[in-house]
């Protein structure tokens, strides 16, 4: 849009804009124009939350969600069950699930699914440590809640084959979501009934 350069500084934060995901140049430089103009302390907000989120976000050292702390939100709450562990790929699934209410348990992020056409097998996965939390807790229900894809699949029967022995019920999500859909785009209807028809692996 702009072709008459524009102060060093201002071009920077246009052309940082433009790498996030869904911003094209207009917008880049809209958003760029508007928090030149804004208050230093609302601008600056805005700085500080991407540095605090680079900075004070790390995985929960028991499930892998996100968290601020050692443990997440989920795991320190009290009120929740922790016999019940719902896996999924994601933080961002923990999020739509979590949307749902249905989830009285805790999560496990596996942060990925195993695809060995791109090179990511199980070892890169979290499953040594969710396997670990089995063994050692005392857990009722492992929900599989990786995607009806074929990568979520193959995962969720990785895992189910790796709990075999060990007094677990292992559970998949309904396919009240649609094969090859996944959680992260899926609505809270779709997820409520995939979640109450999950069936025994
Ligand atoms: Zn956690």
Not at 62 to 75: M, P, Q, S
Not at 183 to 194: G, K, V
Request: aromatic fraction near 2%; hydrophobic fraction near 40%; include cysteine.
């Amino acid at each position: 849009m702009s072709d008459v350069p524009l102060t060093g500084p201002l071009q920077r934060l246009i052309d940082e804009f433009k790498k996030l995901p869904g911003i094209g140049s207009r917008s880049a430089e809209r958003i760029a124009f508007h928090l030149l103009k804004a208050d230093k302390t609302e601008a600056l907000a805005l700085a500080e939350s991407v540095r605090d989120i680079k900075e004070k976000i790390r995985p929960c050292s028991r499930c892998f969600n996100l968290a601020d702390g050692e443990l997440c939100a989920i795991c320190a709450d009290p009120r929740r069950e922790q016999s019940q562990i719902v896996v999924v790929e994601q933080p961002k699934d923990v999020i739509n699930l979590e949307g749902t209410g249905l989830i009285t348990g805790v999560y496990h992020v596996l942060m990925g699914h195993i695809a060995p056409l791109e090179g990511i097998q199980p070892d890169d996965l979290t499953i040594a440590a969710l396997i670990q939390r089995c063994r050692s807790g005392d857990i009722r229900e492992v929900v599989l809640a990786t995607n009806p894809t074929m990568e979520g699949d193959t995962t969720a029967l990785h895992i189910s084959s790796l709990l075999k022995n060990l007094d677990v019920k292992v559970t998949r999500l309904a396919r009240g979501l649609a094969p090859g859909s996944q959680i992260e785009y899926a609505n809270r209807s779709m997820l409520e009934e995939a979640l109450r028809g999950r069936r025994e692996l």
